[in-house]
């Protein structure tokens, strides 16, 4: 097993454990995703950029707490959706690229439909 | 190589490729996460529950690629700041054991400030 | 002036007295929107829709700060970007009755995309 | 009436029309506050603060579109639990003053928390 397939075993027999299933529906799961980002973004809510940056080193283990509670709820969704993970994202990788395509996205921070 | 660290790699590559590391500071990570996770929400928004399961089934693909993004910058914020996801869900995991001990937390939707 | 115009002007002179408008940028506001919208969906956690009724009864005081915490910022955004926020709901609301016309959107919960 | 309360009115006409009042429970209002700040927050995605000004007047009728999403929700939201948005915003704004002095808070991005 994997290190992410040993987790997300870990994350589900947490949940039926405490039998939660019931309150895990996909809904439920995105918005817990949704609550949790959040948060992430909450350490640099009137931040600059660069704040940023010096910001995660201070708080390192507190951001890494709230990045693994999006990364559980993340995991599980995908896991209750027979979603593969890590495939999805390079399916999306593969999507992203013939989107941004690297000549014209080089350097620029605008969206595809911007370029 | 495991899955992961191979992705983790693949999202990199993207990312310096079209050297973009110039603006994925955390926080602009933060709020693309966020703003990735209410795309999920946005497919349950006014459903039920219930619905929310049928409706995952439906739009197996979107919602996938939908979680997909979320993972891409959660992924990409964790090899950015040093953090090992997989290790910082497992330290959380225990975290939550403690929050959310069985016999109190089971088959509750409360809080663990209310439990 | 009405409460509204009353309240737009304390909203700015709080700002000012603290010397803030230097972090309050167009995108570190509609950041703070987004914090402290999902405070509000955090009280609805893991609860259904009907629970979150009975919870916005009980919690009435707490769920009113967060809801004022969010109208501080829109109204702030508004306000700095020219934007006369009763003006532009009007104007939405005309767009959206055109995107969900009552003969067909009438007791049903999908988008204007979708109907 | 101010425009406020003619504008209130209008929401809830909206929505009774439309037999919208049994999607509209708390939990789902704030979930779509939610979805649509973060639709705010996506046209300054990956821009830095000071592009941010630039953009919202650019897309200043796009900007104004989703920031009246934002306020028909919250409005509705308000309305339906029984809260005077402006006099909620009026005490918050008393909450904050004592959280956030003067002397203290002046040219400061730092939370009550770390002031």
């Known amino acids: 097993m994997t290190g992410l397939e040993e987790v997300t075993k870990k994350i589900r027999d947490?949940?039926?454990?405490?039998?939660?299933?019931?309150?895990?529906?996909?809904?439920?799961?995105?918005?817990?995703?949704?609550i949790e980002a959040a948060e992430i973004l909450e350490h640099f809510q009137w931040k600059s950029p660069e704040e940023s940056t010096a910001i995660s080193r201070e708080k390192h283990d507190e951001i890494a707490s709230e990045i693994a509670d999006v990364g559980i709820y993340l995991i599980e969704l995908a896991d209750n959706l027979g979603i593969d993970l890590v495939k999805a994202i390079q399916d999306k990788l593969i999507v992203n690229a013939s989107k941004y395509p690297v000549a014209k996205a080089k350097g620029s921070a605008s969206k595809y439909t911007e370029l």
Chains 1, 2, 3, 4 share one sequence.
């Open 14 to 34: 947490f949940r039926d454990e405490r039998d939660w299933m019931q309150f895990h529906n996909p809904k439920n799961l995105a918005g817990s995703i949704v």
